[in-house]
């Protein structure tokens, strides 16, 4: 049965931020790191890019145990095997979605009020993303930051797995952690690390704090 696994961090895949290096190379680092959420997200590539990329991360993270989430295009969550796909509030409905993966795939949702997050566990999506906490640049129709008053709300009110994202940095992730998030996202601050493993170990240390 689908479930989202226990994780301190849910890292994606930005190959424009990755220092000239690829995705699959970027998600090996991740892994050997011990990241055990990692997903696709590339906005700008043909499906057919996407496709192959995908191919091959789903064998590295399917080898390593880790859990693969496709951002957006749920025919190619489907075509790869991964475990599960990530939508936002303008794309397919949860239910629809639901109907087309099965009840073996997590679905994932962005939220960024009290009420949608409400109405997320209400449909039954498997967690959700909180945020933009901070300001961030890596997506083009980012919200306005919703800051620690939503996250404060989801982490005392909703049931489901949180994932807080948007703007975290090695420098600012103990403010999200000692709000009560369990699961951090981070995109350009590890994928555009010259050393991805110790750029996590440094993360990792400042939230066990």
Do not use: W
């Not at 190379?25 to 959420?37: P, S």
């Not at 390593?64 to 509030?89: C, E, K, P, R, S």
């Not at 300001?135 to 008053?149: A, E, H, I, L």
Request: with cysteine.
């Amino acid at each position: 049965m689908r479930k989202f696994p226990h994780a301190d961090l849910y890292c994606l895949t930005a190959e424009s931020y990755s220092l000239g290096r690829t995705n699959a190379e970027v998600v090996g680092e991740m892994i050997a790191a011990g990241i055990q959420v990692i997903q696709y997200r590339e906005k700008d590539k043909s499906m057919r890019e996407k496709f192959q990329e995908c191919q091959k991360i789903r064998q590295m993270t399917k080898a390593a145990g880790v859990t693969f989430i496709v951002n957006d295009d749920v025919d190619l969550a489907v075509m790869t095997g991964a475990d599960g796909i990530h939508v936002g509030q303008d794309d397919l409905p949860v239910p629809d979605i639901r109907r087309l993966v099965g009840e073996k795939m997590i679905i994932g949702l962005s939220t960024h009020s009290p009420e949608q997050a409400r109405e997320a566990e209400r449909i039954g999506v498997d967690y959700i993303g909180v945020g933009p906490i901070f300001r961030t640049t890596t997506k083009k129709d980012v919200c306005d930051p919703v800051g620690f008053q939503y996250l404060e709300y989801v982490v005392e009110n909703i049931k489901i797995p949180v994932v807080a994202i948007g703007g975290i940095k090695e420098s600012n992730v103990r403010e999200i952690s000692g709000r009560g998030a369990k699961c951090i996202a981070m995109v350009t601050e590890i994928v555009g690390a010259e050393d991805i493993k110790q750029k996590i170990a440094n993360i990792r240390s400042r939230i066990r704090k």
